[in-house]
T-cell receptor
Framework: SAVISQKPSRDICQRGTSLTIQCQVDSQVTMMFWYRQQPGQSLTLIATANQGSEATYESGFVIDKFPISRPNLTFSTLTVSNMSPEDSSIYLC?????????????FGPGTRLTVT | AQSVAQPEDQVNVAEGNPLTVKCTYSVSGNPYLFWYVQYPNRGLQFLLKYITGDNLVKGSYGFEAEFNKSQTSFHLKKPSALVSDSALYFCAVRPPLSGGYNKLIFGAGTRLAVHP
């Protein structure tokens, strides 16, 4: 398994501003994932981040809105840019580890974002 | 389109009774299947996964899941429910061709309420 921490745990932001969410893992991992969980809904994958390469974004998500950094094998950031109330969600990072393929994903505690 | 369905928004069970949380999927080929649990204000926790082989998979906290290929189902079960099992449960599928990474498609989630 992996121990994952996220900062901040929650924030209230004004529309038009940006927030950067940090994700720290206690071991080196190749892939890190960023998900969004809108209120009362399921998880949707935003992008996959590999160290040393551009993040891969899912349909409906773009780099200008959700820029991602992956400077090393234990850390990643997700920025939510030019926020609107529709961006109010829980943002979770996850990593892929395990004893046999396909590896299971382990999730951080999430960042609860409210945009006013 | 590839999808995961959890037909019940909520399942209510008395403590000590068996529980079942239903999941069906629509994916081409042979998918990998996962169950996760989300406790309040916490990230998702991995419970179990099905890759191949025995249709009954055992996981954490006494949970198990039964894979049924003909019915394209992967129902989560536990012989005797505990109040502490009350949480939000997500079924997820990884399609067999995911572009080389562990892209998970999540169901909408089922809230399990276990009553004393």
């Amino acid at each position: 398994s992996a121990v994952i921490s996220q900062k901040p745990s929650r924030d209230i932001c004004q529309r038009g501003t940006s927030l950067t969410i940090q994700c720290q893992v206690d071991s080196q991992v190749t892939m890190m994932f960023w998900y969004r969980q809108q209120p009362g809904q399921s998880l949707t994958l935003i992008a996959t981040a590999n160290q040393g390469s551009e993040a891969t974004y899912e349909s409906g998500f773009v780099i200008d809105k959700f820029p991602i950094s992956r400077p090393n094998l234990t850390f990643s950031t997700l920025t939510v840019s030019n926020m609107s109330p529709e961006d109010s969600s829980i943002y979770l990072c996850s990593v892929e580890v395990g004893t046999g393929r396909p590896y299971e994903q382990y999730f951080g505690p999430g960042t609860r974002l409210t945009v006013t | 389109a590839q999808s995961v369905a959890q037909p019940e928004d909520q399942v209510n069970v008395a403590e000590g009774n068996p529980l079942t949380v239903k999941c069906t999927y629509s994916v081409s080929g042979n998918p990998y299947l996962f169950w996760y649990v989300q406790y309040p204000n916490r990230g998702l926790q991995f419970l179990l996964k099905y890759i191949t082989g025995d249709n009954l998979v055992k996981g954490s906290y006494g949970f198990e899941a039964e894979f049924n290929k003909s019915q394209t189902s992967f129902h989560l079960k536990k012989p005797s429910a505990l109040v502490s099992d009350s949480a939000l449960y997500f079924c997820a599928v990884r399609p067999p061709l995911s572009g080389g990474y562990n892209k998970l498609i999540f169901g909408a989630g089922t809230r399990l309420a276990v009553h004393p």
